[in-house]
């Protein structure tokens, strides 16, 4: 049994596809998620993995040159029915040999990469909190909106 968090789909050899190495195959991956608006903040090579890293919208994605395989790990808040898109999107690009789902990440206060469970108990926190806190924020606008006297304000 797949554990959830480490999903491996067809290779493109299973696929019957078999593509010599591709210098451009960063700006393929690029191009394919900017096709379908997925925004690319930054890429860069990191020289001592031997592979790529790119951060877009709601996931990190690592190409490792070698075994020209890609590692995508979401943010925690992206939904399932888009990750499983953003999946299929990339499967299209035939130089790709394998496709692998990392754990899911997220930032926590001090700004530090979280990754696994943890992220999503950090999410959950996060999700009650701004909830609570727009709560509030509509109450108080109900009650100046619907205060009788909008002349006077006493604290």
Not at 104 to 124: L, M, T, W
């Amino acid at each position: 049994m797949l554990s959830p968090h480490r999903v491996l789909l067809l290779t493109n050899k299973q696929r019957g596809f078999f593509m010599a190495p591709n210098k451009n195959i960063i700006n393929k991956i690029i191009g394919k998620l900017t096709e379908y608006g997925i925004q690319v903040h930054k890429y860069y090579r990191v020289e001592s993995k031997n592979h790529y890293l790119i951060w877009a919208d709601y996931m990190a994605i690592a190409y490792k040159i070698p075994e020209k395989s890609l590692s995508v790990a979401f943010h925690a808040a992206t939904k399932p029915d888009d990750s499983a898109t953003i999946i299929l999107v990339l499967n299209q690009i035939e130089e790709i040999d394998t496709i692998e789902v990392a754990e899911p990440f997220i930032h926590d206060e001090d700004s530090k990469v979280v990754c696994g469970r943890q992220a999503y108990v950090i999410y959950e926190r996060k999700k009650a909190k701004e909830t609570i806190q727009d709560f509030i924020s509509k109450r108080a606008m109900e009650q100046i909106l619907y205060e009788k006297d909008s002349t006077t304000f006493h604290c």
